[in-house]
């Protein structure tokens, strides 16, 4: 028994070197505190947030009520972006943030040499759609059939793709079970937490998402002429026709194509929308030329006051019933 016990004694002392390595090289949260995790825009931080719950530190990069398309990025931002443990991005949806996650050491996604980036964009359920989703209006040429591809090449233009991912809400999930699977990576003690947080959001989005459906299934109208082209996922999924006044970016001047889609679509609604942080001068002329009434469409990219993401999808679920006539 003592050569058994000595033996066992000689294999605890060689796993032990190995077993606080292990311990050391992730981030636990019961151990070190929170994880640091830095959101560019509102969406991705409130995943953020539900699915880590109280392991979590989640910190936003754009002020509450601000228009997130072109924030800046200063100094102590960026410091915040170094500093985190994860970093959750959209590509394509903010050129100051992309700028920095791909200038700055942390480009690695496993984390080696700094914050683990996630860029929401390769989870999103499915590939970008291009912003082609005006169904009312003549067919649009070949080169601007929606692309498959979420980051057209340079050499061959088309329509901009649609970040706006999380207005169909059927695709928020993926992009939840990924960041569980990112926080159980960097703390794995937390691993049932995130996994059950992520079920539960999981579970509340799909509630909504089947309420959008069938709230929006019996309408007079399918209109949804918007001041940016914000929302054709929503379109797409609950079968509806989109346009924007400004493309899918707000802050760029207004194209002659997107303003034409947006007028001859209007012709058929009584509501053009306005947003909460788009200066709504565009869709109350277009709403006056047409002879319609305007209601507030919030694309939910921020929030402020008491809002979270869940109580504005549902003010826009009343919204759009409401402007569309909907039984
Ligand atoms: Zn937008």
């Known amino acids: 028994m003592a050569d058994v016990r000595t033996l066992l004694a000689g294999i605890v002392a060689a796993l032990l070197p ?153 695709r928020m999930p993926s992009f939840a079970q990924h960041v569980a699977e990112q926080f159980t990576e960097l703390d794995p003690s937390g691993s049932l937490t995130y996994e059950r947080n992520a079920q539960n959001l999981t579970a509340q989005l799909a509630d909504l998402d089947v309420r959008y459906a069938s709230g929006l299934l019996s309408c007079e109208r399918r209109e949804v002429v918007s001041s940016h082209d914000a929302f054709g996922y929503l379109a797409t999924r609950y079968n509806l026709h989109t346009a924007g006044i400004l493309g899918t970016d707000p802050t760029t001047p207004p194209s002659t194509p997107d303003a034409a889609a947006a007028r001859e679509l209007a012709a058929g609604a009584t509501t053009v929308f306005t947003e909460p942080l788009v200066d709504p001068r565009g869709a109350d002329e277009l709403a006056a030329e047409v002879g319609a009434t305007t209601a507030v469409l919030d694309p939910i990219e921020n929030v402020s006051g008491d809002d979270d993401f869940v109580s504005v999808a549902e003010r826009n679920l009343t919204t759009l019933r409401t402007a569309l006539g909907c039984s």
């Open 18 to 170: 190995l077993t606080l390595a292990a311990c050391t090289s992730s981030q636990d949260a019961a151990d070190d505190g929170p994880l640091e995790v830095v959101a560019a825009i509102y969406p991705l931080q409130y995943v953020a947030e539900q699915v880590g719950g109280d392991r979590v530190h989640v910190v936003g990069l754009v002020a509450p009520g601000t228009q997130p398309h072109d924030a800046p990025l200063d100094a102590e931002l960026t410091a915040k972006l170094d500093d985190a443990d994860v970093v959750l991005f959209l590509s394509g949806f903010q050129p100051a943030v992309d700028t920095a996650v791909t200038s700055s050491d942390t480009s690695s996604d496993t984390g080696a040499d700094g914050p683990v980036l996630v860029d929401a964009a390769s989870h999103t359920g499915d590939v970008a759609i291009a912003h082609d989703h005006h169904a009312m209006l003549p067919p649009a040429p070949p080169s601007a059939e929606p692309s498959a591809d979420p980051s057209p090449s340079p050499s061959t233009p088309g329509p901009p793709a649609d970040p706006h991912f999380w207005l169909d809400l059927s």
